[in-house]
Structure formats: structure tokens, C-alpha cells
């Protein structure tokens, strides 16, 4: 399996960068197959780098007994999260730069062995077929992050003001509670918009979140939409590929589901399917041409509002109908 990504990871960049129409700056891609507990570490590592200011703001805070004990708790629940996520994901591409890690261990897009050959076993996936597919997926993603010359920046310095914004403030948990209660009266599911993160965040958060959410989906979207199109000659059953892996995100028990929405899960699963829309919408409306102008300055990135909305955003940019 090694061997096969190495040599269908490189493959994918020539045919993503003839579907997307950009070139990644970056070189050739690479990839690497890790087992559940390498991911698992790698995303630890990627956390550590991401939240560094975060807990160097929040370390004075953290003396008191009580503190230290919730630290752990919190610990021990990105742990069981981060195992369960690990048997479900297929690949990742880590677009963060780890200054302390190896420097042939960055810009390297991550296929998840076990949980790869599962499926192929369980489904009767052909291998070849089944694993240039999940290439093509990832690839796109680090061609979106090293193709679009300010997406990293952008998508990072997002990131930075969220965290930015953090704060354990006992106020949020009224705020929380106010929130749910409006849910209540108005029935809808305050957990909708991105589960627990979204319920405890300040209005500034919120805001950041939004454009996040508009962002990630356009991004997973045209990640499904260039892996079920490039390379068809290569990966004829991509449809078959595709219907299968879109029931398997829905397909979760009760007690899962619930996990799904608290964690924010089940919006980035809506992502993948709010995206394609999108993607469609535009598409109908101007060609590749329409959908290029998102990706040409931050500025033109759709809003979660407008990816729900397709014509407005199409407005706001102002893009002619073909």
C-alpha cells in the first residue's frame, strides 16, 4: 500500500491540476501511509503547533487544582476523540508547518492504511481504483493550499482570530444556556451550526466561524467534485466509490450521531454536501470560469450564507450567466 500512494499521489496532481485549472507551487506531491496511532500523533502535533498561543495565554490560569484536573479531563477527551475519528477517516492533507518536526515530514498528505483496506475488503473495492480515488480527494486539497498563492495565509489567520478570541469565561455558559433555550422556542437545534463550539462562542467567534464554514465547505465540496471527475478513464466505479463512502457518513447509530452533532461533526459532514450544491449551482449558472472567482482573492470566498444561496453569492461577485 505504501508503494501504490507514493506512486498514485503524484500520479493525482497531474490529473486535480488539469481539472481545477492551477498548479500547485509546491512541487510534487507526496504521500505517506500511517497506521491509526501515526495519525492520531500527527494531528497531536499539528494541534500542539495550532493551539501553542492559545495555551500560552491560558497557562497562568491553569494553577489552581481545580484547573489542572479539568486540563486533564479535557486531555483525555481529544485523546478518545481523536481514536474514534482515527477509525473512520481515510486520508488528510496537513496544509500546517510543524518547525520542530523533520522537514521531510511536512507538506504530506496522509492515507489511514487500516481503515482504506476495510473498505476495499468489506465493499469488494478494487484496490488500484479505489486508492487513485481517495488520492484524488486529498490532492485537491493540498492543490487548493498550494495552488491559491493566499489560501494557507487566509485560511490560517482565520484560525488565529478564532483562537484569538478564546476565553473560559463562565458568562459563555449563560449565554450557551440562552441560546438553547431560543433553540427551544423556535425549534431549531442550536447545535446545528457547528455543535458545542459554535453553541459557547461570543458573537466575534461566530462571525469568524461563518466565513470558516463558507471556506470549508467550498473547499469539500470541490475536493468531492474534482475526485468523482478527473481520471475517469482511470477510476471508472468513482460513482459507485462515491455513493457508498456518502452513505457511510450518514450511516451512524443514535449514540454516534449524537457524539457527531455535539463535536460539530455532523455540520462538517453537511459541508461535503452543501459544497457540491454550491459548486452545481455555479457551475449552471457561468462554468468553471464562475466557480474560478472564488478561489482569485479572499475577498470573493463565499459566505456559509451564500453557499447555502448560490445566486447571491453569484451577485455579489458579480458574475455573468453563461
Known amino acids: 500500500m505504501e508503494a501504490d500512494f507514493e506512486r498514485l499521489t503524484t500520479e493525482a496532481q497531474r490529473y486535480v491540476e488539469a481539472e481545477v485549472g492551477f498548479t500547485?507551487?509546491?512541487?510534487?506531491?507526496?504521500?505517506?501511509?500511517?497506521?491509526?496511532?501515526?495519525?492520531?500523533?500527527?494531528?497531536?502535533?499539528?494541534y500542539r503547533r495550532l493551539l501553542r498561543p492559545l495555551l500560552e495565554r491560558l497557562d497562568e490560569r491553569m494553577t489552581a487544582?481545580?484547573?489542572?484536573?479539568?486540563?486533564?479531563?479535557?486531555?483525555a477527551e481529544l485523546g478518545a476523540l481523536l481514536g474514534w475519528m482515527s477509525q473512520r477517516v481515510l486520508g488528510q492533507y496537513d496544509l500546517l508547518v510543524l518547525e520542530e518536526e523533520d522537514p521531510d515530514?511536512?507538506?504530506?498528505?496522509?492515507?489511514?492504511?487500516?481503515?482504506i483496506l476495510g473498505l476495499e475488503k468489506r465493499h469488494g473495492f478494487p484496490p488500484e481504483q479505489f486508492r487513485m480515488w481517495v488520492a484524488l480527494h486529498e490532492v485537491t486539497h493540498r492543490t487548493q493550499f498550494t495552488g491559491v498563492p493566499w489560501l494557507r495565509e487566509h485560511f490560517l489567520g482565520l484560525v488565529s482570530s478564532l483562537l484569538d478570541e478564546a476565553d473560559p469565561d463562565p458568562a459563555r455558559l449563560f449565554t450557551a444556556f440562552g441560546r438553547v433555550a431560543e433553540g427551544i422556542r423556535t425549534r431549531t437545534n442550536p447545535l446545528d451550526d457547528g455543535g458545542l463550539s459554535a453553541l459557547f462562542a461570543s458573537g466575534a467567534q461566530r462571525e469568524v466561524m461563518d466565513r470558516m464554514g463558507g471556506l470549508m465547505s467550498l473547499l469539500e465540496g470541490h475536493g468531492d467534485v474534482t475526485m468523482d471527475r478527473a481520471a475517469l478513464e482511470?477510476?471508472?466505479?468513482?460513482?459507485?466509490?462515491?455513493?457508498?463512502?456518502?452513505?457511510?457518513?450518514?450511516?451512524m447509530g443514535l449514540a454516534t450521531r449524537l457524539l457527531s452533532r455535539l463535536i460539530g461533526l455532523e455540520a462538517k459532514l453537511n459541508q461535503y454536501e452543501q459544497g457540491e450544491a454550491f459548486i452545481a449551482a455555479v457551475e449552471d449558472a457561468g462554468g468553471t470560469p464562475a466557480l474560478n472567482r472564488a478561489f482569485e482573492e479572499p475577498a470573493n470566498l463565499p459566505t456559509r450564507a451564500e453557499i447555502l444561496d448560490p445566486s447571491a453569492w453569484l451577485a455579489r461577485v458579480a458574475v455573468d450567466a453563461a
Open 24 to 46: 500547485s507551487l509546491a512541487g510534487e506531491a507526496r504521500g505517506r501511509v500511517v497506521g491509526r496511532e501515526d495519525w492520531v500523533r500527527a494531528n497531536i502535533a499539528s
Open 65 to 75: 487544582p481545580a484547573a489542572v484536573v479539568s486540563g486533564k479531563v479535557a486531555a
Open 105 to 115: 515530514d511536512q507538506d504530506i498528505v496522509y492515507f489511514v492504511g487500516p481503515n
Open 234 to 251: 482511470r477510476v471508472p466505479q468513482a460513482e459507485r466509490f462515491a455513493r457508498v463512502l456518502r452513505a457511510r457518513r450518514r450511516d
